[in-house]
Every structure is written in structure tokens, then in C-alpha cells.
T-cell receptor, first 114, second 111 residues
Framework: DTAVSQTPKYLVTQMGNDKSIKCEQN?????MYWYKQDSKKFLKIMFS???????INETVPNRFSPKSPDKAHLNLHINSLELGDSAVYFC?????????????FGSGTRLTVV | QQQVKQSPQSLIVQKGGISIINCAYE??????FPWYQQFPGKGPALLIA?????SEKKEGRFTISFNKSAKQFSLHIMDSQPGDSATYFC??????????FGAGTTVTVRA
């Protein structure tokens, strides 16, 4: 049973399109994240939700909009895709600080904008 | 601005050798220091973590050494195996949920 699952695994789309990536976790964690991994493998946080509330919103273009319908799901919608958005996007979940804070990552969505 | 600096960028080690990856940080508010292992096409997976009140933590062949005064920590992989070939990330976190990751080290273990 996959702990953090993302769909789709691969996404190839044209510039200007709008796309969504979905994430679900079955670990019972309260906190979920979106991270972006660039071509040099650098991992950078984009957003975090704790129990459906946005708690981290890094300097990300407002073309990126996260949505958390419940604490087990965190989706990422991207408008007007640009070439520079090509990357691997990882969803992750964790317990709150003070408890064991190890992240559990999904297997990633490789987004290619052409 | 990268809050955690990791080196080397890559390393090659013979089977049975020791791999050492170093990380340094500036923010003294960090109180949680995990290491993640990532295989190609997979997400990072938590390997081992340490808190600053401990100077060393060992789990199997993996050991974290932590030097609070120097603001440095390192991962040692003992008796390296070909299956250890992966990218390793150090990270640091504080009470705001966010983990800041190092740039990653690609480890190649030659048989």
C-alpha cells in the first residue's frame, strides 16, 4: 500500500497549458508539502499545509496554486505553464514538529513543458 | 540562499570502503538534521536523523556525526555496497515544519 501517491508520474505538455498534479497520503499525517527538484537535483519547498491550512508559501509564482480538500490530499494546479516549470515535483507528508518529523515523499511527477 | 551547504557534489568509492558526506549550516535555530537517500526515479527516503543534543547516531552501516560548535554534520557509510549507489541529501529543520535541503551528493560504489 503506497504511503504517499502522486499522479500522474509523467506529464508532458505545451507552454501556456494548465495542468494539475494530485497527491494522497494514507499515513494519517497532518502536514503535507510540495517540493520542486530541478535538473541539478536541488530540492526546494514550495508549499505546506497543516490540517488543510496553508502554513508555508515560499516565493513561488502565483501561477502555482495548491489546494487541500482534506488533510490526506494536497493537489497542485499550475496555470500558463512555462519552459522553466519543467522539473520533478514531489509531494511529501509528515507529523508536526515535536513529533518525529521525517518526511515521507511520493515518487514524484516529472513535468516537461515543450 | 542555500541554508545548508553540502559537499562533495559526487564521490566514487570502492566496494567495502567508507563514504563521507559533509554538511554545514548557519542557522542556530535548526534542531533536526535528517539525511535522505534518493534512487533514480524515486522520491527521497529518510535514512537517519539526529538532534543537536547528540554527537553521534548509528544505524547499521550509516552513522551521523554532529558538531554543534562547528555547525557541521556528516554522514559516514561504512562497508559501502553497490546498492548504496544513490544521491544523498542532508537537511535541517526547525519548529516551522520546513526542511532546508543540501544540494545532494551522488555516491557511486564500484564493485
Amino acid at each position: 500500500d503506497t504511503a504517499v501517491s502522486q499522479t500522474p508520474k509523467y506529464l508532458v505538455t505545451q507552454m501556456g497549458n494548465d495542468k494539475s498534479i494530485k497527491c494522497e497520503q494514507n499515513l494519517g499525517h497532518d502536514t503535507m508539502y510540495w517540493y520542486k527538484q530541478d535538473s541539478k537535483k536541488f530540492l526546494k519547498i514550495m508549499f505546506s499545509y497543516n490540517n488543510k491550512e496553508l502554513i508555508i508559501n515560499e516565493t513561488v509564482p502565483n501561477r502555482f496554486s495548491p489546494k487541500s480538500p482534506d488533510k490526506a490530499h494536497l493537489n497542485l494546479h499550475i496555470n500558463s505553464l512555462e519552459l522553466g516549470d519543467s522539473a520533478v515535483y514531489f509531494c511529501a507528508s509528515s507529523q508536526p514538529p515535536g513529533v518525529e518529523r521525517g518526511y515521507t515523499f511520493g515518487s514524484g511527477t516529472r513535468l516537461t513543458v515543450v | 540562499q542555500q541554508q545548508v551547504k553540502q559537499s562533495p557534489q559526487s564521490l566514487i568509492v570502492q566496494k567495502g570502503g567508507i563514504s563521507i558526506i559533509n554538511c554545514a549550516y548557519e542557522n542556530t535555530a535548526f534542531d533536526y538534521f535528517p539525511w535522505y537517500q534518493q534512487f533514480p526515479g524515486k522520491g527521497p527516503a529518510l535514512l537517519i536523523a539526529i538532534r543537536p543534543d547528540v554527537s553521534e547516531k548509528k544505524e547499521g552501516r550509516f552513522t551521523i556525526s554532529f558538531n554543534k560548535s562547528a555547525k557541521q554534520f556528516s554522514l559516514h557509510i561504512m562497508d559501502s555496497q553497490p546498492g548504496d549507489s544513490a544521491t544523498y541529501f542532508c537537511a535541517a529543520g526547525q519548529s516551522d515544519y520546513k526542511l532546508s535541503f543540501g544540494a545532494g551528493t551522488t555516491v557511486t560504489v564500484r564493485a
